[in-house]
Protein backbone atom coordinates (compact mmCIF):
# COMPACT_ATOMS: atom_id res chain seq x y z
CA UNK A 1 0.00 0.00 0.00
CA UNK A 2 1.26 3.44 -0.91
CA UNK A 3 -0.14 5.97 1.29
CA UNK A 4 0.16 10.33 0.55
CA UNK A 5 -1.49 12.79 2.46
CA UNK A 6 -3.25 15.55 0.17
CA UNK A 7 -3.11 18.87 1.96
CA UNK A 8 -6.61 21.50 2.11
CA UNK A 9 -7.83 23.49 0.38
CA UNK A 10 -9.51 21.45 -2.28
CA UNK A 11 -10.92 23.57 -5.32
CA UNK A 12 -14.55 21.95 -6.31
CA UNK A 13 -16.26 22.81 -9.50
CA UNK A 14 -19.54 21.58 -10.74
CA UNK A 15 -19.55 21.19 -14.76
CA UNK A 16 -22.89 20.34 -16.57
CA UNK A 17 -21.68 18.74 -20.06
CA UNK A 18 -24.55 19.29 -22.25
CA UNK A 19 -25.98 16.80 -25.54
CA UNK A 20 -23.14 15.80 -27.64
CA UNK A 21 -20.34 17.24 -25.88
CA UNK A 22 -17.73 13.95 -25.42
CA UNK A 23 -17.11 13.65 -21.70
CA UNK A 24 -13.01 12.43 -21.80
CA UNK A 25 -12.38 15.42 -24.53
CA UNK A 26 -14.37 17.66 -22.51
CA UNK A 27 -12.67 17.15 -18.93
CA UNK A 28 -9.35 16.74 -20.15
CA UNK A 29 -9.77 19.78 -22.17
CA UNK A 30 -11.29 21.63 -18.37
CA UNK A 31 -8.29 20.45 -16.44
CA UNK A 32 -5.52 21.67 -19.10
CA UNK A 33 -7.41 24.86 -19.36
CA UNK A 34 -6.91 25.48 -15.88
CA UNK A 35 -3.77 23.92 -14.98
CA UNK A 36 -5.47 21.29 -13.01
CA UNK A 37 -2.76 18.22 -12.45
CA UNK A 38 -4.74 16.87 -9.56
CA UNK A 39 -8.66 15.98 -9.50
CA UNK A 40 -11.36 13.41 -8.22
CA UNK A 41 -14.38 12.92 -10.25
CA UNK A 42 -17.41 11.26 -10.33
CA UNK A 43 -20.51 11.98 -12.03
CA UNK A 44 -24.27 11.02 -13.00
CA UNK A 45 -26.27 11.63 -16.34
CA UNK A 46 -26.49 9.95 -19.51
CA UNK A 47 -25.09 9.64 -22.82
CA UNK A 48 -26.28 8.69 -26.42
CA UNK A 49 -22.97 6.53 -27.10
CA UNK A 50 -20.28 4.81 -24.97
CA UNK A 51 -17.08 2.97 -25.20
CA UNK A 52 -15.65 0.87 -22.05
CA UNK A 53 -12.99 -1.24 -21.80
CA UNK A 54 -11.25 -3.83 -19.61
CA UNK A 55 -7.32 -4.16 -19.16
CA UNK A 56 -5.91 -7.56 -20.34
CA UNK A 57 -2.97 -8.39 -18.06
CA UNK A 58 -1.60 -11.00 -20.62
CA UNK A 59 -1.11 -8.30 -23.97
CA UNK A 60 -1.13 -5.48 -21.21
CA UNK A 61 -3.34 -3.69 -23.66
CA UNK A 62 -7.27 -2.33 -22.91
CA UNK A 63 -9.76 -4.12 -24.81
CA UNK A 64 -13.20 -2.81 -25.79
CA UNK A 65 -15.82 -4.72 -24.13
CA UNK A 66 -18.81 -2.25 -24.46
CA UNK A 67 -19.27 -0.17 -27.56
CA UNK A 68 -23.06 1.13 -27.51
CA UNK A 69 -24.50 3.55 -30.00
CA UNK A 70 -28.13 4.01 -27.75
CA UNK A 71 -29.78 5.63 -25.02
CA UNK A 72 -27.83 4.65 -21.57
CA UNK A 73 -28.05 5.89 -18.21
CA UNK A 74 -24.85 6.84 -16.08
CA UNK A 75 -25.53 5.32 -13.40
CA UNK A 76 -21.67 6.00 -11.74
CA UNK A 77 -18.87 7.91 -13.26
CA UNK A 78 -15.26 7.33 -10.90
CA UNK A 79 -12.23 8.79 -11.55
CA UNK A 80 -8.91 10.89 -11.05
CA UNK A 81 -7.00 13.74 -12.97
CA UNK A 82 -3.72 13.14 -12.85
CA UNK A 83 -0.35 15.07 -14.05
CA UNK A 84 1.53 12.50 -16.81
CA UNK A 85 4.56 14.68 -18.92
CA UNK A 86 3.09 17.31 -17.53
CA UNK A 87 -0.56 17.45 -18.72
CA UNK A 88 -3.61 16.27 -16.97
CA UNK A 89 -4.53 12.62 -17.55
CA UNK A 90 -8.12 11.49 -17.38
CA UNK A 91 -8.47 7.89 -15.88
CA UNK A 92 -12.13 7.19 -15.29
CA UNK A 93 -14.45 3.83 -14.68
CA UNK A 94 -18.12 4.12 -15.48
CA UNK A 95 -21.72 1.84 -15.05
CA UNK A 96 -24.58 2.57 -17.67
CA UNK A 97 -27.65 1.11 -17.17
CA UNK A 98 -29.47 -0.47 -20.40
CA UNK A 99 -33.59 0.23 -21.10
CA UNK A 100 -33.56 -3.15 -19.63
CA UNK A 101 -32.11 -2.13 -16.39
CA UNK A 102 -28.91 -4.71 -17.28
CA UNK A 103 -25.79 -2.71 -16.10
CA UNK A 104 -22.43 -2.56 -18.24
CA UNK A 105 -19.26 -1.00 -16.85
CA UNK A 106 -15.65 -0.56 -17.58
CA UNK A 107 -12.54 1.74 -18.00
CA UNK A 108 -14.01 4.85 -20.07
CA UNK A 109 -12.46 5.03 -23.49
CA UNK A 110 -15.50 7.19 -24.55
CA UNK A 111 -18.92 8.73 -24.03
CA UNK A 112 -21.06 11.03 -25.51
CA UNK A 113 -23.64 13.01 -22.95
CA UNK A 114 -27.50 13.07 -23.71
CA UNK A 115 -28.81 15.42 -22.66
CA UNK A 116 -26.71 15.99 -19.62
CA UNK A 117 -23.86 14.99 -17.27
CA UNK A 118 -23.48 16.56 -14.25
CA UNK A 119 -19.78 16.27 -12.96
CA UNK A 120 -18.05 17.05 -9.56
CA UNK A 121 -14.23 18.02 -9.75
CA UNK A 122 -12.25 18.34 -6.56
CA UNK A 123 -8.86 19.34 -7.74
CA UNK A 124 -6.04 19.06 -4.99
CA UNK A 125 -3.73 21.76 -4.34
CA UNK A 126 -0.69 19.63 -5.56
CA UNK A 127 -0.48 17.61 -8.55
CA UNK A 128 -0.95 13.96 -8.64
CA UNK A 129 1.56 12.30 -10.72
CA UNK A 130 1.39 9.01 -13.07
CA UNK A 131 4.31 7.41 -13.98
CA UNK A 132 5.04 4.20 -16.42
CA UNK A 133 4.75 0.99 -13.97
CA UNK A 134 7.36 -1.52 -15.46
CA UNK A 135 5.27 -4.59 -14.40
CA UNK A 136 1.95 -3.55 -15.86
CA UNK A 137 3.03 -1.03 -18.79
CA UNK A 138 -0.14 1.38 -17.50
CA UNK A 139 0.76 5.11 -16.16
CA UNK A 140 -0.13 4.52 -12.60
CA UNK A 141 -0.41 6.96 -9.90
CA UNK A 142 2.96 7.13 -7.26
CA UNK A 143 2.82 9.46 -4.34
Known amino acids: MRVD ?4 PETTWLIVLDTDEEIVESLTSFARERQIL ?11 SVRLAY ?11 VDLSEQ ?3 VSLNGDIAERDGEPQLH ?4 VALA ?3 VLGGHVQSATVRPTCE ?6 PEPI ?5 PESGLALIRP
Open 5 to 8: RLEA
Open 38 to 48: GASIRAIGAFS
Open 55 to 65: FEWDTKQYRTS
Open 72 to 74: VEL
Open 92 to 95: AHAA
Open 100 to 102: DGR
Open 119 to 124: VILTAT
Open 129 to 133: RKRID
